[in-house]
């Protein structure tokens, strides 16, 4: 990382070489990191699944592995993205990664069926779980401590504004044909890459913990293993909507593909827009408090289904689990509200673990439970109250400070 030309006040943390307060570079880059390989990477296959499977390059099946696969990449990239980044440093590593999810993207214009396209998709989640570790612990080892959910907050925006993106976009470059939409893609990623590079050079050195401290053992106390229960129940919950919402708007509801677009655009505003109302009810409550509070919002809103099927009520649930981001933003807050920085990058490694092992639970389950049942309504109801549980998980009982 390049050093800082100068520290700046304590409230604004170190200065970058180009004057700019480092916390703001680095959340800058990292919203453009989770662009290309969260936002892109992963959620823009989900517009992809109907081309690829009415064009014959997926079957239905294959369609839901090659889902598996990127889970599984995206688990193995938290996993391995503290030791290789002591190896080689966060952020050499962390543009390395930018660069191979946009090379994953333009790849898979090539159609050469599943085993290939699968290698990719499972290597573009491999980069966006390193991309999400090293960029949080990045952020929380910057920015002061009132400016780290806002800081969080441009990281996680950056998955929904590809999401609304790709919402608008796909639909137009699929008219070209698959190709064109996977290069599409790339193109933009491209460009989301340049400015996460960007960013992320701007941190300090002094911001990235020392090899020798990211081996210090970590504080495993309550409120944080807590907070990591929490966490998974979190991912269990926002499933059922990534899974079912379209479809339960569109086949359930009878309301057409037409109107699940656009609930799907709604979601994809949602999410750029929801890291920025929880930091700002973080900065208002502390995260102590503004985490519970957003999880039983949440839950509120993914259970929504369960008391009418009146269009204001879906479009309440639409831009409730949309904002999801913004809690994941307020997790990372309070997780560096209750551990010092040199346990970051550990801690945050922790939560995508915590966070993908909640979504390979809930991805094996819930096919299952609505194959049984048909029901929507009742995968909803799950997600609903596992999010209220998970609000219950990191509520501060034991106190809002260590």
């Known amino acids: 990382m390049s050093e800082p030309a100068a520290a700046s006040s304590p409230r604004e943390g170190h200065a970058s070489m180009d004057g700019w307060p480092a916390w703001r570079r680095v959340a800058l880059g990292g919203g453009g990191g989770m662009f290309v390989g969260m936002g892109l990477g992963r959620f823009s296959y989900t517009a992809m699944v109907p081309a690829l499977i009415s064009s014959g390059q997926l ?15 995206f688990a193995l990239g938290a996993l391995i993205s503290v030791p290789m980044s002591v190896r080689v440093g966060a952020f050499r590593l962390l543009t390395v990664v930018a660069i191979l999810s946009v090379l994953a993207l333009a ?20 980069t966006a779980g390193i991309i999400m570790v090293l960029s949080l612990a990045l952020i929380a080892s910057t920015a002061p401590s009132a400016r780290r959910p806002v800081a969080a907050s441009f990281v996680f925006a950056g998955v929904g504004l590809a999401i609304f993106m790709t919402g608008i976009l796909v639909p137009r470059l ?5 190709a064109t939409a996977w290069l599409g893609l790339a193109a933009c990623g491209f460009a989301a890459m340049m400015l996460a590079i960007w960013g992320w050079r701007g941190a300090p050195a002094a911001s990235t913990p020392a090899p020798a401290r990211l081996g210090a053992a970590t504080p495993w106390t309550w409120p944080l293993r807590f907070l990591l229960a929490g966490y998974f129940f979190f991912s269990i919950a926002i499933v059922p909507h990534t899974l079912y919402w379209v479809d339960y708007l569109a086949r359930g509801l009878e309301l057409g593909m037409a109107e699940g677009g656009l609930h ?18 973080g900065l208002l409550l502390g995260t102590a408090w503004a985490l519970p509070l957003s999880f039983i919002t949440l839950g509120l809103g993914i259970g929504a289904p369960l ?9 309440l649930s639409s831009v409730l689990f949309g904002a999801q981001p913004g809690l994941s933003a307020l997790m990372a807050a309070r997780v560096r509200d209750l551990a010092d920085a040199q346990h970051m990058p550990r801690l945050m490694r922790a939560m995508i ?7 390979v639970v809930a991805g094996a389950v819930l096919p299952q439970i609505y194959e049984l049942t048909q029901s929507h309504v009742l995968i909803f109801a799950i997600g609903g109250a596992a999010m209220m549980l998970g609000g219950l998980l990191v509520a501060p009982w034991g106190g809002v400070r260590r």
């Not at 079957?59 to 990449?73: F, K, M, P, Q, W």
């Not at 898979?108 to 573009?124: D, E, H, I, K, T």
């Open 59 to 73: 079957s239905v099946l294959e369609a839901g592995r090659i889902g598996a696969i990127n889970i599984a990449g």
């Open 107 to 126: 790849a898979s214009a090539v159609p050469l069926g599943f085993a290939w396209l699968g290698f990719w998709r499972g290597l573009v989640g491999l």
């Open 174 to 178: 699929l008219e070209r044909g698959l």
């Open 264 to 281: 799907w655009s709604i979601v994809g505003i949602a999410s750029a827009l929801g890291p920025w109302s929880m930091a700002a009810l």
């Open 307 to 315: 008391l009418s099927g009146a269009s204001g009520v879906l479009f």
């Open 353 to 359: 673990l915590s966070s993908a092992g909640g979504a």
